[in-house]
């Protein structure tokens, strides 16, 4: 055998092997776990402490990353925060840190755990991904020295990091990721110098890390996708419900069906913070989720999915630019939605088209409701423009969402109960963007798996009467190019957007509860 026949003979062993080793599909676990908090104080406790804590969430995942093994998983998703929780500032975080080094390393912490010193919650996961032959996903915080050399060295002489760590079901770290889009209070955290997009491979397609807020911004989430071409993202997070359009489950899908990718979203629990919603979401439709703000418990779910999910190319203004404005004349007024202004005109028959424009958008409704009941009233909003409360982002929103009340100036208040079905629904917008999320949320805060359908020229339409009443049907598009920039540091962004938040909320509360008292 010649050495061109024997190099040839290699390259299609290997092409063969590992056509027999990739999966066309695999299940997904994620994990909503109900956090083991410390005590409420930002005093920094002794390292033995901390460890006492993080192992007692330990154990709570070890048996959910058993059960979803024994059930078939390849991979399982837990929760950012979900080991030691999100009480803490610089000083007190600082004893549940370890330090994590770069994947390339080649490190199985199981088989040597003091290789990069003591890192005991990294051999732990290790072997928790070793012994059950699974695909382990967690967040830890992470290290990493510093000194006055470093003009960006904080003060205390090191970097903290939000991180995600994944190990594969050999225990082997395969991937590392540090947050990049910190949410206002996570001040006991650093922001990465340069954003990290971050994959690993596996038999069963590609996958990228983001960490809760990150969702929000293109770096790195629309990046993984549209640059590095991952198949899944595996999201960690602790999120807090804010209705109409930013609850978990709802955003979630939303966006795993605007991006085509599958994702799997796993949530902390903890109802008095609204941190409930957890998903297993591939394009075309949500496969599992979990919403509860009754009980206390954590919930694991496991589904199937493609391991190369298909996507549909959507040309998200191509309808909505055909169609005629209808002029809507006195019947239009302003509401708040989240503390963006929008324009909404009110549905005000059975069955109907409305047309409703701000700015460079206009959003087009085709409706047929079950019945026109006299105690709800719902409307078509449209809002273009730059949101900066806990951050700042430019969106385009279509939306047809339920009012509180029976009062006009409740429109894009909280509501997570409706009465009122529909038939049938055709939703579209002249977005200017081609990252739009479509949701459909039901009463009771539910998704509507296999109701509804995107099409190929942008309409977001019903494929039968809904099976339950509809709290919203939203088109959410995001205008990354759009985004207000700035040389402030993000700390200094962190601070100013909390003062504001501080300022705005009560004043808002207080008009509104002056407003509606009588």
Same mark, same amino acid.
């Given at each position: 055998?010649?050495t061109?026949?024997?190099?040839?003979?290699?390259?299609i062993?290997?092409?063969c092997?590992?056509? @027999?080793?990739?999966?066309?599909?695999f *299940?997904a676990?994620?994990?909503?776990?109900? &956090?083991?908090l410390?005590?409420?104080?930002l005093i920094?406790?002794?390292?033995?402490e901390?460890?006492v804590l993080?192992n007692? /969430?330990?154990?709570?995942l070890?048996e959910a990353?058993?059960?979803a093994?024994?059930?078939g998983?390849?991979?399982i998703v837990?929760p950012e925060?979900?080991i030691?929780?999100w009480?803490?500032?610089?000083?007190?975080i600082?004893p549940y840190?370890?330090?994590?080094p770069?994947p390339q &390393?080649?490190?199985?912490? #199981?088989?040597h755990p /003091?290789r990069?010193g003591?890192?005991?919650v990294?051999?732990? $996961?290790s072997?928790?991904?070793?012994?059950?032959? +699974?695909?382990?996903?967690?967040? +830890?915080?992470?290290?990493k020295?510093c000194n006055?050399?470093?003009?960006?060295?904080?003060?205390?002489?090191?970097y903290q990091?939000?991180?995600d760590v @994944?190990y594969d079901s050999?225990g082997?770290?395969v991937a590392r990721y540090?947050?990049?889009?910190l949410?206002m209070?996570?001040d006991?955290f650093?922001v990465?110098k340069?954003?990290?997009?971050?994959?690993?491979?596996?038999?069963f397609g590609r996958?990228?890390?983001i960490t #809760?807020?990150?969702?929000l911004f293109?770096?790195?989430?629309?990046?993984l &996708?549209?640059?590095?071409?991952?198949?899944?993202?595996?999201?960690?997070?602790?999120?807090m /419900?804010?209705?109409p359009?930013?609850?978990?489950?709802e955003?979630?899908?939303a966006?795993?069906?605007?991006?085509?990718v599958?994702?799997l979203?796993?949530?902390?629990h903890h109802?008095?913070k609204k941190?409930?919603?957890s %998903?297993?979401?591939?394009?075309?439709s949500?496969?599992?989720?979990?919403?509860?703000m009754?009980t206390?418990?954590?919930?694991?779910?496991l589904s199937q999915l493609d391991?190369?999910?298909?996507h549909?190319?959507v040309?998200?203004?191509?309808?909505?630019?055909?169609m005629?404005?209808l002029?809507t004349g006195n019947?239009?007024?302003k509401?708040?939605?989240f503390f963006?202004g929008?324009?909404?005109?009110?549905l005000?028959?059975v069955t109907?088209n409305?047309?409703?424009?701000?700015k460079?958008?206009?959003?087009?409704?085709?409706?047929?409701m079950?019945e026109k009941?006299s105690?709800?009233i719902y409307?078509?909003?449209?809002?273009? %423009?730059?949101?900066?409360?806990?951050?700042?982002?430019?969106?385009q929103? #279509?939306?047809?969402l339920? #009012?509180?009340?029976?009062n006009l100036?409740?429109c %894009?208040d909280?509501v997570?109960?409706a009465?009122?079905?529909?038939d049938?629904?055709?939703?579209?917008?002249?977005?200017g963007?081609?990252?739009v999320?479509?949701e @459909?949320? $039901?009463? %009771?805060?539910?998704l509507?798996?296999?109701?509804f359908?995107?099409?190929s020229?942008?309409?977001?339409f019903s494929?039968?009467p809904?099976s339950?009443?509809v709290?919203?049907?939203?088109?959410?598009?995001?205008m990354y190019?759009?985004d207000h920039t700035?040389?402030?540091s993000?700390?200094?962004?962190s601070?100013?957007?909390?003062v504001m938040? +501080?300022?705005i909320?009560?004043?808002v509360?207080?008009l509104?509860h002056r *407003?509606?008292?009588?």
């Amino acid at each position: 055998m010649t050495t061109s026949q024997l190099l040839a003979y290699v390259a299609i062993s290997v092409f063969c092997v590992l056509e @027999v080793n990739s999966r066309d599909t695999f *299940i997904a676990a994620v994990y909503e776990h109900a &956090v083991i908090l410390p005590n409420a104080t930002l005093i920094s406790v002794p390292r033995k402490e901390a460890l006492v804590l993080m192992n007692r /969430n330990l154990d709570v995942l070890e048996e959910a990353i058993t059960s979803a093994a024994k059930q078939g998983a390849h991979i399982i998703v837990t929760p950012e925060d979900g080991i030691y929780g999100w009480k803490f500032n610089r000083e007190s975080i600082y004893p549940y840190l370890e330090d994590i080094p770069d994947p390339q &390393v080649d490190w199985i912490p #199981c088989i040597h755990p /003091n290789r990069f010193g003591h890192t005991p919650v990294q051999e732990r $996961l290790s072997c928790l991904a070793k012994d059950n032959s +699974i695909y382990v996903v967690a967040n +830890i915080g992470d290290k990493k020295p510093c000194n006055a050399s470093d003009l960006q060295c904080p003060p205390d002489g090191r970097y903290q990091y939000n991180t995600d760590v @994944v190990y594969d079901s050999q225990g082997k770290l395969v991937a590392r990721y540090h947050k990049q889009n910190l949410f206002m209070s996570e001040d006991q955290f650093n922001v990465p110098k340069e954003p990290e997009v971050v994959t690993f491979n596996t038999t069963f397609g590609r996958f990228g890390i983001i960490t #809760c807020f990150d969702i929000l911004f293109h770096d790195p989430a629309v990046t993984l &996708v549209k640059d590095f071409h991952v198949d899944t993202i595996v999201f960690p997070t602790a999120w807090m /419900n804010v209705l109409p359009h930013l609850s978990a489950i709802e955003f979630h899908s939303a966006w795993a069906m605007g991006m085509g990718v599958n994702f799997l979203a796993s949530n902390t629990h903890h109802i008095s913070k609204k941190m409930t919603g957890s %998903g297993i979401y591939a394009p075309d439709s949500p496969r599992a989720f979990y919403y509860d703000m009754k009980t206390k418990e954590g919930k694991l779910l496991l589904s199937q999915l493609d391991s190369h999910p298909k996507h549909l190319v959507v040309n998200w203004t191509s309808y909505a630019s055909g169609m005629e404005a209808l002029s809507t004349g006195n019947q239009e007024f302003k509401g708040t939605v989240f503390f963006d202004g929008f324009s909404f005109v009110e549905l005000r028959g059975v069955t109907g088209n409305y047309t409703v424009c701000q700015k460079e958008l206009c959003c087009h409704l085709s409706y047929k409701m079950s019945e026109k009941r006299s105690d709800e009233i719902y409307a078509l909003g449209a809002f273009d %423009g730059l949101h900066t409360v806990e951050g700042s982002y430019h969106l385009q929103i #279509c939306t047809l969402l339920k #009012c509180k009340t029976t009062n006009l100036h409740t429109c %894009g208040d909280s509501v997570e109960t409706a009465s009122t079905r529909f038939d049938m629904f055709s939703l579209s917008g002249t977005f200017g963007t081609q990252y739009v999320f479509p949701e @459909v949320l $039901l009463s %009771g805060i539910q998704l509507a798996p296999g109701e509804f359908q995107v099409s190929s020229d942008g309409r977001l339409f019903s494929l039968k009467p809904l099976s339950g009443p509809v709290l919203t049907v939203t088109l959410f598009g995001r205008m990354y190019e759009k985004d207000h920039t700035t040389n402030a540091s993000p700390d200094l962004i962190s601070q100013t957007l909390k003062v504001m938040l +501080i300022v705005i909320t009560p004043i808002v509360y207080l008009l509104r509860h002056r *407003i509606f008292s009588f």
